[in-house]
């Protein structure tokens, strides 16, 4: 299967939606990144019970304050890099 480049995927964009519509994989290059454009069903964004359970314990410990708050992207990034 041969990638898009991004200029080419722009030229044919309702080309390759009908084609990932039909299952087959589209393959876009932008720079050195391989993505890829598939068709996704409703049925795969539907939240799940356990999904919302799972939300719902996130929210409430954000409320309790068993959280963390970081105010730009560089202190993320030191936060995750120390752990």
């Known amino acids: 299967m041969e990638a898009l480049s991004i200029s080419d995927y ?3 964009l309702a080309a390759s939606f009908m084609r990932a519509e039909k299952g087959e994989k589209v ?3 932008r720079k ?3 993505y890829a454009l598939i068709s996704v ?3 795969e964004l539907v939240i ?3 999904l919302q359970a ?10 309790e304050g ?5 105010s730009s ?11």
Not at 73 to 83: G, I, S
């Open 66 to 70: 068993r959280c963390f708050e970081f």
């Open 41 to 43: 069903g409703r049925e």
């Open 10 to 12: 722009r030229k044919n």
């Open 32 to 34: 050195n990144q391989l």
């Open 54 to 63: 799972r939300i719902d314990e996130a929210e409430k410990a954000c409320r």
């Open 73 to 83: 992207p560089e202190e993320l990034d030191k936060y995750l890099d120390n752990l």
């Open 27 to 29: 393959l876009i290059k």
């Open 48 to 50: 799940t019970p356990e």
